[in-house]
């Protein structure tokens, strides 16, 4: 028989909608929240040491917290004979959606174990990873106290660990006991078990509010410094080694990109030492290459506005001007500014 589409929606309509906007949510927040812990600079350090696992442990975090808060409504009997009995909801198809309450509990009770799956999957690959990775560099973004801890310690001896364990648990013990076989053969199982989510909630604020990711955000400060001879540098050294040291100390080893330039190569091997070795690395023959630094800069800085400081003489203080002007393909912008001594 041929389905009438005007019955159809009248029908099947405003369902179908709420399910779409609900699935829409859903997906857009896994994805936005992905893509965050994928790509976003602030959270580079982490990203660097656990990988995927931390964008997926992240994005079904999100979902299980939108599908936590929605879950309990379609169980709030005296919000919907509210809801039914009062002329706050006029359209009938919208009444009638009421009805639906317990398939969209279940709906969200099932999108929620399928996520804590893979939360808990993309749990147990970071406290390996975390173990596996460990790097003194980064003492504050490390969960694990020492490289190979055991992981199954952080598991259990973290906050968030443990009541993830616990939320487990009392989730195992919801799902089974709303089995059908369970509710026909003893609803006081279903009924007391069903209760948990008193217990449920109360981990959840305990392991939300102990799982502490740490953001860092990676401003970068360009240093370039042309000098004619090695002797220039000398009384400069020791404050970039002293800032090199500091910055790696606070884990933000990228903040400062250091360049210098050498136009004579007599005495270079002089400031390559072991109290300079930071800046061995650093230290180039010749002069910049400013248009790929530039081009690099607006890559990595995107639609932003970077500052350009000159401190020089005339000549470089007009190219670098010139190239603060021109226009590049990442939509960043360049101000410029200067200190000009001859």
């Known amino acids: ?35 965050l812990y994928n790509q976003g600079p602030e959270y580079h350090y982490l990203h660097q040491m656990l990988g995927l696992g931390l964008c997926l442990s992240r994005a079904s975090a999100s979902v299980l917290n939108l599908n936590c808060s929605l879950i309990l409504l379609p169980m709030c009997r005296t919000l919907l004979a509210y809801l039914r009995g009062s002329q ?50 980064f003492v504050e973004l490390n969960a694990a106290r020492y490289r190979d801890e055991d992981p199954r310690k952080l598991l259990f001896t973290t906050v968030p660990g443990l009541t993830g364990v616990c939320m487990v648990v009392v989730l195992f013990l919801m799902i089974t006991a709303s089995t059908y076989a369970i509710r026909v053969s003893n609803y006081d199982i279903f009924w007391y078990t069903h209760n948990l989510f008193f217990v449920f909630y109360m981990l959840l604020t305990l392991h939300v509010s102990g799982d502490d990711w740490k953001p860092y955000k990676l401003r970068r400060l360009y240093f370039i410094w042309v000098c004619r001879d090695i002797q220039s540098f000398r009384w400069f050294a020791d404050l970039l080694c002293m800032l090199h040291n500091k910055f790696w100390q606070e884990n933000r080893p990228d903040y400062v990109n250091i360049q210098l330039y050498l136009s004579q190569t007599d005495g270079i091997q002089k400031i390559i030492g072991e109290k300079y070795h930071a800046l061995n690395s650093r230290l180039f023959i010749g002069r910049p290459r400013w248009k790929l630094l530039f081009d690099e800069i607006a890559k990595y800085n995107r639609g932003k506005t970077v500052g350009v400081f000159c401190c020089g003489p005339n000549s470089l203080s007009k190219t670098l001007h010139k190239l603060s002007n021109q226009k590049n393909s990442y939509e960043t912008r360049f101000e410029y500014n200067k200190e000009s001594f001859s």
């Open 1 to 35: 028989m041929a389905v009438s589409w005007r019955s159809w929606l009248a029908n099947e309509g405003v369902k179908h909608l709420c399910l779409f906007i609900w699935l829409s949510m859903n997906v857009l927040l896994f994805w936005k929240t992905f893509l």
């Open 88 to 137: 706050k909801v006029p359209s009938r198809r919208t009444r009638r959606l009421l009805d639906k309450s317990r398939t969209f509990h279940i709906t969200c009770g099932v999108t929620i174990c399928i996520f804590s799956g893979v939360h808990v999957a993309a749990h147990l690959v970071n406290a390996l990873n975390f173990s596996v990775n460990y790097n003194e560099d």
